[in-house]
């Protein structure tokens, strides 16, 4: 007896490898109407000491996140497959050295790479997205001061990734996007911690399919965090029982300046207090004030992982 072999399913696999390749349309590359007041000390605060970018792209970020940013580290997802840390300094065969400033603040708040390729979600473009134009233009200016540090790093997608952004993944839409006025205000604070700093990434449980961060659950923290977390991000809402409902902004700001909270705990080094610390009174009292503002969550997020 021979089998019948349906003849839909090769032509549909040579379809579905085919089209595998494909590319999504190119985001428009951003613009800046007025110059930006060339800030690549505006640029480097950011990297280094608000959104952290070491804490993925350092080239040893567990033990150096202030080093250089060579990139290598690898995440593993069974969405994704391997995706690894970018190398940012501008080396032109293995960085961004031949990347328009454009081109690397599109890469921050769309998440398409120079070719127009998605990058892995790992990259946190959904937080980036609102970057203001006057910051993300910043960053790219830092980066591309960056000595070059030649360091090959490949993406491994699996297939999943690659289905996924054949069928229904796509970049952030195209934004131009302004900050609210500096100063120590909730709104300010909350630009920050979302935007910049990559509290709320961190900060907020994550669910579904897809691992998206449950913005109706805003810094509730989790106990169940991505697998390469090595401790449960704490719950920042103003709960009084779980979260920090109790603390002054003076606790708030000795936290972070001193890596040890009003209980005596020390926190983790995953949590970048280290890099944080260097952040301005003003930009932390912000965040701290936009924190009293969000819902409070009832939520026990147990601490895992010793400090060193
Ligand atoms: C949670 C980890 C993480 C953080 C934090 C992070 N990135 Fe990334 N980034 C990645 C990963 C992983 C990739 C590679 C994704 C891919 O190629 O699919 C990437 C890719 C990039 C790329 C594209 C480069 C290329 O060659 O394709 C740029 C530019 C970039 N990141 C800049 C930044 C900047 C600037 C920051 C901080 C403001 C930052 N990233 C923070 C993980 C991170
Ligand atoms: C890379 C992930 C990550 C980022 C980014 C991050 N945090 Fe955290 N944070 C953590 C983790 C994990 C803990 C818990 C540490 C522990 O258990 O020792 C924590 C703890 C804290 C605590 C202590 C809470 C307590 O109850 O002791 C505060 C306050 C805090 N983070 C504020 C912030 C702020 C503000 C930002 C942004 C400027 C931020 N975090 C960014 C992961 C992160």
Not at 109 to 128: C, H, I, S, T
Not at 154 to 180: D, E, H, R, T, Y
């Amino acid at each position: 007896m021979s089998l019948r072999r349906d003849p839909i399913t090769p032509a549909l696999v040579l379809y579905l490898l085919a089209t595998l390749s494909c590319r999504h349309a190119q985001i428009p590359l951003p613009s800046i109407a007025k110059p930006v007041p060339s800030d690549a000390a505006r640029g480097e605060t950011i990297v280094r000491n608000v959104a952290v970018c070491g804490g993925c792209h350092a080239a040893d970020p567990r033990n150096d996140v202030d080093g250089p940013l060579s990139g290598g580290t690898e995440f593993q997802d069974w969405r994704i497959g391997t995706s690894r840390a970018a190398n940012l300094t501008s080396d032109a065969e293995t960085g961004l050295g031949t990347w328009s400033e454009a081109e690397i603040v599109r890469a921050l708040r769309n998440g398409q790479r120079k070719d127009g390729r998605l990058l892995a979600p790992v990259m946190p473009y959904e937080w980036f997205h609102e970057m203001s134009d006057d910051d993300a233009f910043a960053v790219a200016r830092y980066l591309k001061s960056l000595p070059p540090v030649r360091r090959e790093v490949k993406q491994s997608p699996n297939l999943v990734f690659k289905l996924g952004k054949l069928l229904f993944l796509a970049p952030k839409p195209s934004i131009s996007a302004s900050a609210p006025p500096r100063g120590a205000t909730p709104e300010y604070g909350g630009y920050l911690a979302q935007h910049v700093g990559l509290c709320a990434d961190c900060h907020t449980p994550r669910g579904g399919l897809l691992a998206t961060p449950d913005k109706s659950r805003l810094f509730a923290g989790t106990a169940h965090p991505p697998k390469d977390f090595p401790a449960n991000p704490s719950n920042l809402t103003p709960d009084n029982a779980t979260g920090i409902g109790q603390w002054t902004e003076t606790d708030f700001l000795q936290t972070l300046r001193t890596g040890v909270n009003p209980k005596g705990v020390s926190l983790h080094p995953f949590m970048p207090w280290r890099q944080i610390r260097r952040m301005s009174d003003e930009d932390l009292r912000a965040i701290y004030r936009y924190l009293r503002t969000v819902p409070p969550i009832r939520n026990e997020v147990p601490r895992r992982g010793l400090a060193r």
